[in-house]
T-cell receptor, first 111, second 114 residues
Framework: DAKTTQPPSMDCAEGRAANLPCNHS???????VYWYRQIHSQGPQYIIH???NNETNEMASLIITEDRKSSTLILPHATLRDTAVYYC????????????FGAGTRLFVKA | DTGVSQDPRHKITKRGQNVTFRCDPI?????LYWYRQTLGQGPEFLTY????????KSRLLSDRFSAERPKGSFSTLEIQRTEQGDSAMYLC????????????FGPGTRLTVT
């Protein structure tokens, strides 16, 4: 599975959009981009995933560049409860079964 | 269904003792995963089941670790002769066969070995 690079930490003001970047320049054609988050002392929570097209659900939007070498997770109106570590993961739906988590981005939402 | 559950939530044990953790996945999920997480790090994959078959084990899973999923429902993770380095959060996750990357995690079991 391809490796991802994320900034170690970011700040965001409450009510503003949080834009979390992820680089995955070695992504293969059959690999999906997944985002999870982990709030302190809880298990990771699945947020969203996509292959090529931009995706949106009730939690977030995922924007994938045309060359698929990077993506951005957007939380449109961040709240204090969105303070968490956000993990960007790239994996295929075939082959190995493990999902490799990196260190993620620690997002601080400030009042 | 209320999601993935794990028991116990916390376990303190003395070095050398055996411990067993339980995971109950979401009922319709065929796949079940175990991860370990230490402070400040992302979860590390340990092992994976598809129904009752254990299909992959990480090199992190030493001979002291064993996992089972009898009848393809709940799973147990046992650590024998615990060491202080085993202190970590042990996370269980489950997914549908068709969505292997969309994993739903339990709250974890925090193990402290004294």
């Amino acid at each position: 599975d391809a490796k991802t690079t994320q900034p170690p930490s970011m700040d965001c003001a409450e009510g503003r959009a949080a834009n979390l970047p992820c680089n995955h320049s070695t992504i293969s054609g059959n690999e999906y981009v997944y985002w999870y988050r982990q709030i302190h002392s809880q298990g990771p929570q699945y947020i969203i995933h996509g292959l090529k097209n931009n995706e949106t659900n009730e939690m977030a939007s995922l924007i994938i560049t045309e060359d698929r070498k990077s993506s951005t997770l957007i939380l449109p109106h961040a709240t204090l409860r969105d303070t968490a570590v956000y993990y960007c993961i790239v994996r295929s739906h075939t082959g190995g079964f493990k999902t490799i988590f990196g260190a993620g981005t620690r997002l601080f939402v400030k009042a | 269904d209320t999601g993935v559950s794990q028991d116990p939530r916390h376990k303190i044990t003395k070095r050398g003792q055996n411990v067993t953790f339980r995971c109950d996945p979401i009922s319709e999920h065929n796949r079940l995963y175990w991860y370990r997480q230490t402070l400040g790090q992302g979860p590390e994959f340990l092992t994976y089941f598809q129904n009752e078959a254990q299909l992959e084990k990480s090199r992190l899973l030493s001979d002291r670790f064993s996992a089972e999923r009898p009848k393809g429902s709940f799973s147990t993770l046992e650590i024998q002769r615990t060491e202080q380095g085993d202190s970590a959060m042990y996370l269980c996750a489950s997914s549908l066969l068709s969505e292997p990357g969309e994993q739903y995690f339990g709250p974890g079991t925090r193990l402290t070995v004294t």
